[in-house]
């Protein structure tokens, strides 16, 4: 008997990519089970590397193959279908690596936020900041109109001592040297409330 060579008539040979993209474009779906069986096991390897989870990774596979099925994206032409189907699974794999970085970001976010409002300040914390506040208060009314006017703007107001300088209309030096004056002042006087 003699030996089979590789275009003898009676052995199949084997579809190529592009017909089988061809056939499921026509609608034959048995030509993306073949797809499927060629390229699954290098789609699902790539996106278990880059998920690092072997449910995503799977879940991921059925999606490239639908997604490929239903869109028909895929060029003959411009590469092979391996290529394609490896830059989308990687693009896809990205794609839920964002969405789950998000999802972490977002949940960090809420968890410093639950924290900061479980650390709400008790009742002795409430009532000695009232007190320092009183005491920040009468200190303030000791001290000379003109030191008290310049530290209320930059602290109560925000503003720079430039803008104080701007909106008073009195030089910059004279703004800085009353807050120098009046933090000195306030200092001495909420020293003697401690002592």
């Avoid at 009532?127 to 000791?142: V, W």
Wanted: glycine share 4%; hydrophobic share 35%.
């Amino acid at each position: 008997m003699p030996p089979f060579s590789p275009s003898d008539p009676l052995i199949p040979r084997p579809v190529s990519d592009r017909d089988l993209v061809n056939r499921l474009w026509a609608g034959d779906t048995t030509a993306l089970a073949t797809l499927y069986d060629r390229y699954s096991p290098m789609v699902y390897t790539l996106a278990l590397k880059m998920l690092a989870n072997p449910a995503e990774a799977e879940d991921l596979t059925q999606e490239v193959f639908v997604n490929f099925w239903q869109r028909q994206q895929y060029n003959p032409d411009r590469g092979s279908i391996g290529s394609f189907l490896a830059t989308y699974t990687r693009s896809r794999a990205i794609d839920r690596l964002r969405v789950s970085s998000g999802r972490a970001t977002i949940l960090q976010r809420f968890q410093r936020i639950s924290e900061a409002s479980s650390r709400s300040p008790s009742p002795v914390d409430h009532a000695s900041l009232q007190e320092q506040r009183q005491h920040l208060r009468a200190a303030l009314d000791q001290i000379p109109a003109a030191e008290r006017e310049v530290l209320e703007i930059a602290y109560f107001q925000g503003l720079s001592q430039a803008e104080i300088s701007a909106q008073l209309g009195i030089p910059l030096g004279t703004v800085k040297s009353r807050c120098r004056q009046g933090l000195l002042r306030l200092r001495d006087l909420l020293q003697h409330q401690r002592d």
